[in-house]
């Protein structure tokens, strides 16, 4: 058994409360959306679902550090929880259910934080997937109703389903000859966009998916979920975990090509 297995419980009933209050005010006529200085969309949705997130860890973990996209970073100390209320912000104010609350438990050791820890639920899918570090990654309903996920043994480029979120980001960051010359060598492509690539590389149903610019609470806990599923995390700079401010996931047979492709 995982020596994470508390938190990982911890993490399923904090995501169990989320996703009561996002689905509460999922496709409410009266939602309260403000835009936030970077120009993205908040909703009071997103910050009640902080709020309850953290309410819940001063109680439970009081002396573990939060770090949460809404309100920033409190406490310090070698386990930090990192929360993204609500990842897909965009789509849950536009009313489309792709859109899941992120939570993972980071510690620390040789090298800084990595993740040990990562729930990824999307209660508008009804899906769920999570993973604790040398216990595996699992989807399901709950941690009693669960299959085990794999990635895909997929091994040539000409062969390989890649997933992205949008054309503009790589062409602001002046890597969009790389990303282009990428989508007209794999054998199919989709802009799926926010968590789900790498849900689905965990579970195997896509090979590759790659984002130029991210925060720490968008990739902590897809992190440990892609690599206890058999597959690779890293930045697009090679660099592994959720640190580079960009990430490259895949099956792990793909990745060094991947990042050749859209490396540094």
């Not at 492509?189 to 849900?199: A, S």
Request: proline residues 5%; hydrophobic residues 40%; contains cysteine.
């Amino acid at each position: 058994m995982s020596d994470y297995h508390d938190d990982l419980r911890l993490a399923h009933v904090l995501a169990d409360a989320a996703d009561a209050a996002t689905m509460d005010r999922f496709k409410a006529l009266d939602l309260k959306v403000e835009t936030k200085p970077d120009m993205t969309p908040v909703s009071e949705a997103d910050k009640a679902a902080e709020e309850l997130i953290r309410g819940q860890l001063q109680r439970a973990r009081p002396r573990d550090a939060v770090l949460g996209e809404e309100y920033g970073s409190e406490g310090a100390g070698p386990r930090r929880w990192v929360i993204d209320p609500i990842d897909g912000t965009k789509n849950y104010v536009r009313g489309v259910p792709v859109w899941a609350t992120l939570i993972s438990l980071m510690v620390h050791g040789p090298g800084g934080y990595h993740p040990v820890v990562g729930v990824v639920s999307a209660p508008a899918l009804g899906r769920r997937w999570w993973a604790a570090q040398g216990s595996g990654a699992y989807t399901g309903r709950s941690l009693s109703s669960a299959t085990r996920l794999q990635v895909s043994r997929v091994g040539r480029i000409e062969d390989a389903s890649f997933a992205y979120s949008s054309l503009s980001g790589w062409e602001e960051r002046g890597r969009l000859p790389g990303f282009l010359d990428l989508t007209r060598n794999c054998w199919r492509t989709r802009g799926y966009g926010d968590f789900w690539p790498y849900m689905m590389v965990a579970e195997g149903s896509v090979d590759i998916c790659a984002e130029p610019e991210l925060s720490l609470w968008d990739m902590a806990a897809n992190v440990v979920i892609v690599e206890e599923a058999g597959g690779r995390f890293t930045g697009l700079d090679g660099a592994p975990g959720p640190h580079s401010g960009n990430a490259a996931a895949s099956n792990g047979l793909l990745h060094d090509e991947l990042l050749r492709y859209l490396g540094s």
